[in-house]
């Protein structure tokens, strides 16, 4: 299947943790993005990478670390986890950074910190 | 603060008909609305992207309408196929690249 995957597609862990969400797109997109469910149908971007390379970094607390292996990969690291970063966190990719091409979504990852 | 409506929730329908998807927004001040398809445990697939300076989107069977003004978008799907079957949704993107979606429509196309 022809998708943006995100694994693990659930995750509980303790506050102060470190954790890893993965995404992958087998699309041949050169831009990956980061979003956060602030609430039921809003999506924050966080963070956003063309062909490797950091593009737009949002404000958010720099316990957050996007990493870019190759450009059909980008992961998100989160360390100190606190039970505010408690959401649903979305994958997206697009073909170029250019806001004119769609994106496509993975599934998301709810992330619960207790 | 932007909201993001569907209607209908749910839709059934036989094979071969034509139909329509409606999808209102508060906020007129969008950067694109896109038609979305949600299959079963799998992630969103952008079907259409309109801009907000345009006015509609074809793809193939699919077509997609914008009216900033009114806050209206429609998806139209010609002769459905069961293979159409899945969740539909909108979504508005603002001019700082965050998304507001709405809660979807269910379709269902009967053989």
């Known amino acids: 299947d022809t998708a943006v995957s995100q694994t693990p597609k659930y995750l509980v862990t303790q506050m102060g943790n470190d954790k890893s969400i993965k995404c992958e797109q087998n699309l041949g997109h050169d831009t990956m993005y980061w979003y956060k469910q602030d609430s039921k149908k809003f999506l924050k971007i966080m963070f956003s990478y063309n062909n490797k390379e950091l593009i737009i970094n949002e404000t958010v607390p720099n316990r957050f670390s996007p990493k870019s292996p190759d450009k059909a990969h980008l992961n998100l690291h989160i360390n100190s986890l606190e039970l505010g970063d408690s959401a649903v966190y979305f994958c997206?990719?697009?073909?170029?950074?250019?806001?004119?091409?769609?994106?496509?979504f993975g599934s998301g990852t709810r992330l619960t910190v207790v | 603060k932007q909201e993001v409506t569907q209607i209908p929730a749910a839709l059934s329908v036989p094979e071969g008909e034509n139909l329509v998807l409606n999808c209102s927004f508060t906020?007129?001040?969008?950067?694109?609305l896109q038609w979305f398809r949600q299959d079963p445990g799998k992630g969103l697939t952008s079907l259409l992207l309109i801009q907000s300076s345009q006015r509609e989107q074809t793809s193939g069977r699919l077509n997609a309408s914008l009216d900033k003004s009114s806050g209206r978008s429609t998806l139209y799907i010609a002769a459905s196929q069961p293979g159409d079957s899945a969740t539909y949704l909108c979504?508005?993107?603002?001019?700082?690249?965050?998304?507001?979606f709405g809660p979807g429509t269910r379709l269902s196309v009967l053989p």
């Open positions: 906020d007129s001040a969008i950067y694109n």
């Open positions: 997206a990719s697009s073909l170029r950074p250019y806001r004119e091409d769609g994106y496509t």
């Open positions: 979504a508005v993107e603002d001019y700082g690249q965050n998304f507001v």
